[in-house]
């Protein structure tokens, strides 16, 4: 056992795979200390996922009071859960930390302020272990047991980000195989205790030690004032001294108790010289039990009262945590401390004025917030119980700003409400709707897009290190290839259902689809596969996000692909002008790129289309995975592999063997052998390769001969992307299956409600769904399905409402004369004007509107004005033939045509 004065922080060390988890119980916090220096210590130990427990009550006290400058910025990229403790306080501190193979964990006195990391003076005990050392484990698993009954207090997201820690820690998962509740490092045993719901500190540790110990030595800051738990102590143990040492300065005393075994000394005269100027305020929590053969020494949390050991009789208690060491000898571990407590002391308590109480009972009357989610740009309230009325939500910045005033009627115990101000929300609480006077806590807010980016897992980790790389370099893109490939980012394993119901009412104008099916919704993957999974597809969405709009138009490039591209989390500087210079590779290396990129736009175009196959609905995962696709079409739309080529003539005797000779050097054979004679064929050989070939030719005992001599290198510059021409519906074309099977479906959920988007995620499908699509190059014969995906796209994703005639968007980024036509044919409909036609023959080819089916194009007229139909956003479970026909339509006996 090493004794030595330390900051804790410093024994959390250095290093990005060092531990990727942590748990922090603490009476009080300061978000603003935390933030500025205990935040990057977490950090540079590599540790992602962070979970802070407080006490709701001085949660609510720091949110209520803190200073709008104190917190500059909110981080909403770890977790805090308030915990309530009926009639007591939540009072440990305890700081866990958890690697892939290896815990630290500190249990001590010290609050997560700058008053308990730097300037009190406090007492901790840490503990390490890893595959090396594996002695604390019992201790590690107490630690754990606790952190577990801490998770009843959490919800939503913080449940979650509490099991990532074991899920990426197999030792954690492995302490429940320890038998044992203790553990002896050298001659001293060590276990730790907390407060249980059915057992108090005292019953757990001092109803267990024996009576008549020769000394009981008391360090801490709080008593009762009567000294109740001084009396406890003598009752039961019935010691032949006690020796109290008390904060005079700052601490509550018990001047109303007498006890002749009972004396006391001030803080400031037990400490050693060379410590007592730095020393601001005792804060540290020991008590030490002394007996002729044995010695127990009690450090954490608890002061010496009554509410922090729960008396068994007693209504009121407070969450703590303690470590205990025992060592069969007398021991003065205080006096390896540096603190001399002197045999006899001096000091008269009963005059001494009382400092205020620690504990801070919560507003009376208020109700508590117990958590509160920000998802999508919707809040969810959890409340400690149920309330029915009419209130104001009001949601604040970290400078206290006001942003939403939101009109709520609560009924239950929940809230559910959308926001129209999220980016920089930092807490919300509940207002009387006629005084205006606040009726509620504050709940901070729990940001679930960001603490999803919080999990350990390692593939997360891989992909954030993506985020330097140059994302115009095109092998530096194949990284991120790789990564979708290897991660199988795009593998869905959604196979549960929940059923839709989808309404059979016939509605005249508004369209009704004959024969129509019901389709599952809802697909219910564990959610701790889905955080990571969604997450996973989200951050690569985010990463390769080269289209966010900015706001200046002048910023954007010529290049449509390189728009507005954002260089981090914060932007990239204005003052700089993002250029494209366009670079070759090789042919091998191009070519390896666009095999990946088939495969990854396949991988996409797969993952929605399943879901649609075994009737699951679509999701933000869907979302984003069609983004990533688009993304990576745009990029490398118009980059090249460049190929040079030898143009040589060989002379066969063998037909065998010749195909032998082009498979070696991926020989390509010219369209034209007009020149080549009998037992001749012009081939195009790799120019890299062509010493190699002709060594080959010479050496291959007259089997072949060259004819002629090859040519100089010919330059071909060939297309990253291929098959960039849609000749039809039925093409096996995988790019046309992208927006077939992809965007269109992505379309039909949204229009079925299956998931919502925002006005963002609206307006980037429309201009990167127009710019993929009027970049493929379309058979005039078919042209008409680009018309109707446009169509479907500008009216699914609601374009007019998103007023883009006043964004000043680059004309690259939209086909405006198309887009022109749209809206004034919506304005038409709003307004009335147009006006519907008889369904008859001559209107065959027509493309026509429904409000229920969007816009298709009518290929045959049937009986009582049922049509076939072509629409890339009908539900696919209908009749179709194979060329995407829809039969037995109606949408009623006169229709609109655009």
């Given at each position: 056992?090493?004794?030595?004065?330390?900051?804790?922080l410093?024994?959390?060390?250095?290093?990005?795979n060092?531990y990727?988890?942590c748990?922090?119980?603490s009476?009080?916090?300061?978000?603003?200390f935390f933030?500025q220096?205990?935040?990057?210590r977490?950090?540079g130990?590599?540790i992602?996922?962070?979970?802070?427990?407080?006490d709701?009550?001085?949660?609510?006290?720091y949110l209520?009071?803190?200073?709008g400058?104190?917190?500059?910025k909110?981080?909403?990229?770890?977790?805090?859960?308030?915990?309530?403790?009926s009639?007591g306080?939540?009072?440990?501190k305890m700081l866990?930390?958890?690697g892939?193979?290896?815990?630290?964990l500190?249990?001590?006195?010290?609050?997560?302020?700058?008053?308990?990391?730097?300037?009190?003076?406090?007492?901790?005990?840490s503990?390490f272990?890893s595959?090396?050392r594996?002695?604390?484990?019992?201790?590690?698993?107490?630690?754990?047991?606790?952190?577990?009954?801490?998770?009843?207090?959490s919800l939503?997201?913080?449940?979650?980000?509490?099991?990532?820690?074991?899920?990426?820690s197999?030792?954690?998962?492995?302490?429940k195989n320890h038998?044992d509740?203790?553990?002896?490092i050298k001659?001293?045993e060590?276990?730790?205790?907390y407060?249980?719901?059915?057992k108090?500190l005292?019953?757990?540790?001092?109803?267990?030690?024996?009576?008549?110990?020769?000394s009981?030595?008391?360090i801490?800051?709080?008593?009762?004032?009567?000294?109740?738990?001084?009396q406890?102590?003598?009752?039961?143990?019935?010691?032949?001294?006690?020796?109290?040492?008390?904060?005079?300065?700052?601490?509550?005393?018990?001047?109303?108790?007498?006890?002749?075994?009972?004396?006391?000394?001030?803080w400031k005269d037990v400490?050693?010289?060379?410590n007592s100027?730095?020393?601001q305020?005792?804060?540290?929590?020991?008590?030490?039990?002394?007996?002729?053969?044995?010695?127990v020494?009690?450090?954490?949390?608890?002061?010496?009262?009554?509410?922090?050991?729960?008396?068994?009789?007693r209504a009121?208690?407070?969450?703590?945590?303690?470590?205990?060491?025992?060592?069969k000898?007398?021991?003065?571990?205080?006096k390896?401390?540096?603190?001399?407590?002197?045999?006899n002391?001096?000091l008269?308590?009963k005059?001494?004025?009382?400092?205020?109480?620690?504990?801070?009972?919560?507003?009376?009357?208020?109700?508590k917030?117990?958590?509160?989610?920000?998802?999508d740009?919707?809040?969810q309230?959890s409340l400690?119980?149920?309330?029915?009325?009419?209130c104001?939500?009001?949601t604040?910045?970290?400078?206290?700003?006001?942003?939403?005033?939101?009109?709520?009627?609560v009924?239950?115990k929940?809230?559910?409400?959308?926001?129209k101000?999220t980016e920089?929300?930092?807490?919300?609480?509940?207002?009387?709707?006629?005084?205006?006077e606040?009726?509620?806590?504050?709940g901070?807010?729990?940001?679930v897009?960001?603490?999803?980016?919080?999990?350990?897992?390692e593939?997360?980790?891989?992909?954030q290190?993506?985020?330097?790389?140059?994302?115009?370099?095109?092998?530096?893109?194949?990284?991120?290839?790789?990564?979708?490939?290897?991660?199988?980012?795009?593998k869905?394993?959604s196979?549960?259902?929940?059923?839709?119901?989808?309404?059979?009412?016939n509605?005249?104008?508004?369209?009704?689809?004959?024969?129509?099916?019901?389709?599952n919704?809802?697909?219910?993957l564990?959610?701790?596969e889905?955080?990571?999974?969604?997450?996973i597809?989200?951050?690569?969405e985010e990463?390769?996000?080269?289209?966010?709009?900015?706001?200046?138009p002048?910023?954007?490039?010529?290049n449509a692909?390189?728009l507005?591209?954002e260089?981090?989390?914060?932007?990239m500087d204005?003052e700089i002008?993002?250029?494209?210079?366009?670079s070759?590779?090789?042919?091998?290396?191009?070519?390896?790129?666009?095999?990946?990129?088939?495969?990854?736009?396949?991988?996409?175009?797969t993952?929605?289309?399943?879901?649609?196959?075994?009737k699951?609905?679509?999701?933000?995962?869907s979302?984003n995975?069609?983004?990533?696709?688009?993304?990576?079409?745009?990029?490398?739309?118009?980059?090249?592999?460049?190929?040079?080529?030898?143009?040589?003539?060989?002379?066969?005797?063998?037909?065998?063997?010749?195909?032998?000779?082009?498979r070696?050097?991926?020989?390509k054979?010219?369209?034209?052998?007009?020149?080549?004679?009998?037992?001749?064929?012009?081939?195009?050989?790799?120019y890299?390769?062509l010493?190699?070939?002709?060594?080959?030719?010479?050496?291959?005992?007259?089997?072949?001969k060259?004819?002629?001599?090859?040519?100089?290198?010919?330059t071909?510059r060939?297309?990253?992307?291929?098959?960039?021409?849609i000749?039809d519906?039925?093409s096996?074309n995988?790019l046309l299956?992208?927006?077939?099977?992809?965007?269109?479906?992505?379309?039909?959920?949204?229009k079925?409600?299956e998931?919502?988007?925002?006005?963002a995620q609206?307006l980037?499908?429309?201009?990167?769904?127009?710019q993929?699509?009027?970049?493929?190059?379309?058979n005039n014969k078919?042209?008409?399905?680009?018309e109707?995906?446009?169509?479907?796209?500008?009216?699914?994703?609601?374009?007019s409402?998103?007023?883009?005639?006043?964004?000043?968007?680059?004309d690259?980024?939209l086909?405006?004369?198309f887009?022109?036509?749209?809206?004034?044919?919506?304005?038409g409909?709003?307004?009335?004007?147009?006006?519907g036609t008889e369904?008859?023959?001559?209107?065959?080819n027509?493309?026509v509107?429904?409000?229920?089916?969007?816009?298709?194009?009518i290929?045959?007229?049937?009986?009582?004005?049922?049509?076939?139909?072509?629409s890339?956003?009908?539900n696919?479970?209908?009749?179709?033939?194979d060329?995407?026909?829809?039969?037995?339509v109606?949408?009623?006996?006169?229709?609109?045509?655009?």
């Amino acid at each position: 056992m090493n004794i030595e004065r330390s900051n804790i922080l410093e024994l959390i060390g250095t290093g990005k795979n060092k531990y990727h988890s942590c748990v922090i119980t603490s009476y009080s916090i300061d978000l603003a200390f935390f933030e500025q220096l205990i935040l990057p210590r977490l950090r540079g130990a590599g540790i992602t996922n962070i979970n802070l427990f407080v006490d709701a009550s001085m949660l609510e006290k720091y949110l209520a009071s803190h200073l709008g400058d104190s917190l500059k910025k909110f981080n909403a990229n770890y977790s805090i859960t308030p915990v309530s403790i009926s009639g007591g306080a939540f009072h440990p501190k305890m700081l866990f930390l958890a690697g892939k193979d290896k815990g630290y964990l500190s249990i001590g006195s010290g609050n997560i302020t700058s008053s308990g990391l730097l300037y009190n003076d406090e007492i901790w005990s840490s503990f390490f272990t890893s595959k090396e050392r594996l002695d604390a484990q019992p201790i590690f698993k107490s630690a754990w047991q606790y952190i577990q009954s801490l998770s009843s207090h959490s919800l939503g997201i913080n449940v979650t980000k509490i099991n990532w820690i074991a899920q990426h820690s197999q030792w954690i998962s492995d302490l429940k195989n320890h038998q044992d509740s203790s553990t002896f490092i050298k001659d001293v045993e060590y276990s730790m205790f907390y407060t249980q719901s059915s057992k108090s500190l005292y019953s757990e540790v001092i109803s267990t030690l024996s009576r008549k110990p020769k000394s009981i030595k008391i360090i801490a800051p709080y008593y009762n004032r009567s000294g109740a738990f001084l009396q406890k102590l003598i009752d039961d143990l019935a010691p032949e001294e006690i020796h109290c040492v008390v904060d005079t300065s700052n601490g509550i005393l018990p001047v109303d108790f007498t006890s002749s075994i009972c004396q006391f000394s001030d803080w400031k005269d037990v400490i050693n010289n060379e410590n007592s100027k730095s020393i601001q305020r005792l804060h540290a929590k020991i008590i030490q039990i002394e007996y002729n053969e044995e010695t127990v020494f009690i450090l954490g949390s608890a002061n010496a009262t009554l509410e922090a050991y729960g008396i068994s009789n007693r209504a009121f208690k407070n969450d703590e945590a303690v470590v205990i060491l025992s060592i069969k000898k007398p021991k003065d571990f205080i006096k390896e401390l540096g603190i001399q407590i002197p045999k006899n002391g001096s000091l008269d308590i009963k005059n001494i004025i009382n400092a205020e109480s620690e504990n801070q009972e919560i507003t009376e009357g208020l109700l508590k917030i117990k958590h509160v989610e920000l998802s999508d740009g919707v809040v969810q309230v959890s409340l400690d119980k149920e309330f029915n009325s009419k209130c104001v939500l009001k949601t604040f910045d970290s400078n206290n700003g006001l942003l939403e005033n939101i009109d709520v009627t609560v009924n239950s115990k929940t809230i559910q409400t959308p926001l129209k101000v999220t980016e920089s929300i930092f807490k919300i609480a509940l207002y009387d709707a006629s005084s205006q006077e606040r009726i509620s806590t504050f709940g901070l807010v729990q940001n679930v897009n960001a603490l999803k980016k919080s999990n350990p897992d390692e593939r997360l980790a891989r992909l954030q290190s993506f985020e330097h790389l140059d994302i115009f370099s095109s092998l530096n893109y194949e990284l991120v290839l790789d990564f979708l490939d290897q991660e199988q980012v795009f593998k869905d394993s959604s196979t549960s259902q929940a059923p839709l119901l989808v309404s059979n009412e016939n509605v005249e104008d508004e369209g009704e689809v004959i024969s129509e099916n019901e389709y599952n919704k809802n697909a219910s993957l564990s959610l701790d596969e889905r955080v990571t999974s969604d997450n996973i597809t989200s951050m690569v969405e985010e990463f390769l996000d080269v289209l966010k709009i900015r706001e200046n138009p002048e910023e954007l490039s010529d290049n449509a692909e390189e728009l507005a591209t954002e260089a981090g989390d914060d932007g990239m500087d204005e003052e700089i002008s993002l250029k494209h210079t366009q670079s070759f590779i090789n042919a091998s290396e191009g070519q390896r790129i666009a095999r990946k990129i088939e495969k990854t736009i396949k991988a996409v175009t797969t993952l929605i289309d399943s879901r649609r196959i075994n009737k699951v609905s679509q999701d933000t995962k869907s979302l984003n995975a069609l983004f990533v696709g688009f993304h990576i079409l745009l990029h490398f739309w118009d980059e090249v592999y460049v190929e040079e080529l030898s143009q040589v003539k060989v002379h066969y005797k063998q037909l065998d063997e010749l195909h032998k000779l082009e498979r070696k050097f991926g020989l390509k054979r010219l369209e034209s052998q007009i020149n080549s004679s009998n037992y001749e064929v012009s081939y195009y050989v790799d120019y890299a390769l062509l010493n190699t070939f002709i060594l080959f030719v010479e050496n291959s005992n007259k089997a072949f001969k060259l004819v002629d001599t090859p040519s100089e290198p010919i330059t071909f510059r060939h297309s990253i992307i291929s098959n960039k021409y849609i000749q039809d519906y039925t093409s096996k074309n995988w790019l046309l299956d992208f927006i077939d099977l992809g965007l269109s479906q992505i379309m039909i959920s949204l229009k079925s409600s299956e998931f919502t988007v925002d006005e963002a995620q609206k307006l980037k499908l429309i201009i990167l769904s127009n710019q993929l699509i009027n970049k493929l190059v379309w058979n005039n014969k078919f042209s008409y399905w680009k018309e109707l995906v446009l169509l479907n796209v500008y009216n699914t994703f609601n374009l007019s409402s998103l007023h883009i005639e006043h964004k000043d968007l680059p004309d690259k980024l939209l086909d405006w004369s198309f887009c022109n036509d749209y809206l004034k044919f919506e304005k038409g409909l709003i307004e009335a004007s147009i006006k519907g036609t008889e369904v008859n023959a001559q209107l065959v080819n027509s493309i026509v509107y429904s409000k229920v089916m969007g816009f298709g194009m009518i290929r045959k007229v049937l009986k009582d004005a049922k049509l076939e139909f072509y629409s890339p956003i009908l539900n696919r479970d209908l009749k179709e033939d194979d060329g995407g026909v829809y039969k037995e339509v109606y949408i009623s006996k006169k229709v609109k045509i655009f």
